[in-house]
C-alpha cells in the first residue's frame, strides 16, 4: 500500500491533476489504496460500522460464481453509495450515432476496403461523451457479445457531470491531446502514444488539458500479451468532499443515453481494495517481436491486450500495435504480405507513418478490412520494397504508432461512417497500380497430365 496522500480536496473540483500522479503498478493484481490511514477496514470487507463513518460498497465485473481466477471485483469506502441519485430519464442526444445492437435496421454489411481521413474538431462545445460516435461492430450489448468501434472528437471538458457505460469495457486511445481522467478508484492522465481501459459499471470524467482532442474507443460486451505487467498502471485513492447540485450522472445503457440527478460528486471514494479497476499504459514500454531471419511474423506477435472468447486462441477483440523496431529478415519482402484474413481490422494511426501505406492513412485517420476482404501493401510500398533487392540491409521503423482491433467477429459499419465526406472513396487505387511481373520460359510449363500426375496407358 502506498504512503498516505496528504491531498484531500474540498470544493475546487477536479480541473487541475498534479504532475506528479503516484499509479499502483502491476495487471490482473490485487491493490489497495487510503486516501487517509486507517479508512481501509481490516479483516473484513464489509464492518457493521466503516472507519471515519464512510459506507461499503462493492463494484463487481464478473459474477459472483465465477472461479477464484477469474473473478474481477472492488470494495469501496466511499462517503455517501452511489445509490443515492434521483430515477434515470433518458437523455436526448446530440446525435444519434452511438450504437450498441448491430443488425440490419441500423448498420450495414459491406466487404469493401474502407478509409477514412482525420475527422476535424468541431467548433461548437463538444465534450467526450457528446463527441464519442460509432463507426462499426458486432453483436449486442443486451445479449452481452460482441463489440463496438467508436471514435471522438471533443473540445471541451466535461462539466458537472459523469459517464458510466453499463454495457461493456472501453479501450481508449487518444491520438491528439492528453486526457485527465477522474475515475472512482483515482485520476490518471493519458497522453497520446498511451492507453486507457475504462472497466464496465464505473463513473468517471474526461477533462481536456490540451484542448482539442480526438481519438479511438474499442468497447467490448461480455487481457494478456507480450505487455510487461508491471508496466500498467492504476489509480491511487483520491476523494473530493463537496456539494455538487445539479450533478448529473450519464449512464450508457444498451446504446442508449440515461441522466439521473444527485447533489454530491460520485468521486467520494476515500479507499478501495480490489482488482476491478482502470488501469493505463505507455505503448512505447511495449517490447514487440520480430524474424530475425527470414519471413514475416504474423502480426499477432505484437497483442498488447485481448478479450478472449470461450474458443481457445480466439479474440472477441485483440488489440495489436505496430511500434518502432527493427527489420532484419533477409531473401525476404518485409512490409506485411498480401492476405486474406478469417478475423477482421480496423486500423488507427496515432503518429508517423505505416510502413505498408506509402500514401492516405494519415494520424488520427483509419481503415476497416473486414473478415475474407483482400488486403495489404499499396503499389508505392511494394514496388519500393522490391527495388531495393535482397541485398537490404538492416533497417529501422522509427517515429509511427500504429494499432489495430482485430475481431472473430464480422462487423457492420454505420451509415453515417459510409457517408461520411471524411471517407477515403479513393483508397481502392493505391493497389490498382499493382501489375504482373509474371515471367517464365514457356518450356518450363509442366502438361497438365503431368501436373495432375496422371498416365496415359
Request: contains cysteine.
Amino acid at each position: 500500500m502506498e504512503k498516505p496522500a496528504t491531498e484531500v480536496i474540498k470544493g475546487d473540483g477536479w480541473g487541475r491533476f498534479p504532475d506528479d500522479l503516484e499509479y499502483h503498478s502491476g495487471f490482473g493484481n490485487h491493490f489497495e489504496s487510503e486516501v487517509i490511514a486507517g479508512s481501509l477496514p481490516r479483516g473484513q470487507n464489509s464492518p457493521l460500522i466503516c472507519p471515519f463513518g464512510l459506507y461499503a460498497e462493492q463494484i463487481s465485473g464478473t459474477s459472483f460464481t465465477s472461479p477464484r481466477k477469474l473473478s474481477q471485483r472492488s470494495w469501496f469506502y466511499r462517503i455517501k453509495p452511489s445509490v443515492t441519485h434521483e430515477p434515470f430519464w433518458p437523455r436526448e442526444p446530440s446525435h444519434k450515432k452511438l450504437v450498441s445492437e448491430f443488425d440490419g435496421s441500423n448498420t450495414v454489411a459491406n466487404p469493401t476496403q474502407l478509409r477514412w481521413k482525420p475527422v476535424d474538431i468541431p467548433d461548437s462545445p463538444t465534450d467526450f461523451i457528446d463527441g464519442l460516435y460509432t463507426i462499426c461492430g458486432a453483436g449486442s450489448s443486451f445479449l452481452r457479445h460482441g463489440f463496438a468501434i467508436h471514435m471522438y472528437i471533443a473540445n471541451k471538458s466535461m462539466d458537472n457531470c459523469a459517464f458510466c457505460n453499463a454495457d461493456g469495457d472501453f479501450l481508449v486511445v487518444p491520438q491528439q491531446g492528453r486526457l485527465w481522467i477522474t475515475t472512482e478508484c483515482g485520476r490518471l492522465q493519458v497522453s497520446p502514444g498511451e492507453i486507457v481501459v475504462l472497466p464496465q459499471g464505473f463513473r468517471f470524467v474526461v477533462d481536456l488539458p490540451d484542448g482539442p482532442s480526438r481519438g479511438y474507443v474499442a468497447e467490448v460486451f461480455g487481457a494478456n500479451g507480450l505487455a510487461a505487467s508491471r508496466d500498467f498502471l492504476a489509480p491511487t485513492a483520491w476523494f473530493e468532499d463537496c456539494p455538487r447540485p445539479g450533478f448529473t450522472i450519464i449512464q450508457k445503457f444498451g446504446g442508449e443515453l440515461f441522466n439521473a440527478r444527485q447533489d454530491f460528486s460520485p468521486f467520494n471514494v476515500v479507499a478501495w481494495h480490489g482488482n476491478y479497476v482502470p488501469y493505463k499504459y505507455d505503448l512505447s514500454k511495449f517490447c514487440p517481436y520480430n524474424t530475425v531471419l527470414i519471413d514475416h511474423g504474423d502480426p499477432s506477435i505484437n497483442t498488447v491486450l485481448t478479450a478472449p472468447t470461450d474458443k481457445p486462441g480466439v479474440a472477441l477483440l485483440d488489440f495489436v500495435i505496430f511500434p518502432p523496431r527493427w527489420l532484419v529478415a533477409e531473401h525476404t519482402f518485409r512490409p506485411p504480405y498480401y492476405h486474406r484474413n478469417c478475423m477482421s481490422e480496423f486500423m488507427g494511426l496515432i503518429y508517423g507513418g505505416y510502413e505498408a501505406k506509402a500514401d492516405g492513412f494519415l494520424p488520427g485517420g483509419a481503415s476497416l478490412h473486414s473478415c475474407m476482404t483482400p488486403h495489404g501493401p499499396d503499389t508505392k510500398t511494394y514496388e519500393a520494397t522490391v527495388a531495393r533487392g535482397n541485398e537490404a540491409g538492416p533497417h529501422k521503423i522509427t517515429d509511427t504508432m500504429a494499432f489495430m482491433f482485430e475481431s472473430c467477429l464480422m462487423p457492420r459499419t454505420c451509415p453515417w461512417a459510409l457517408d461520411s465526406h471524411f471517407r477515403d472513396l479513393d483508397y481502392y487505387q493505391c493497389w490498382i497500380g499493382l501489375k504482373s511481373h509474371f515471367s517464365h520460359d514457356k518450356t518450363d510449363v509442366k502438361s497438365n497430365d503431368l501436373q495432375n500426375g496422371n498416365k496415359s496407358g
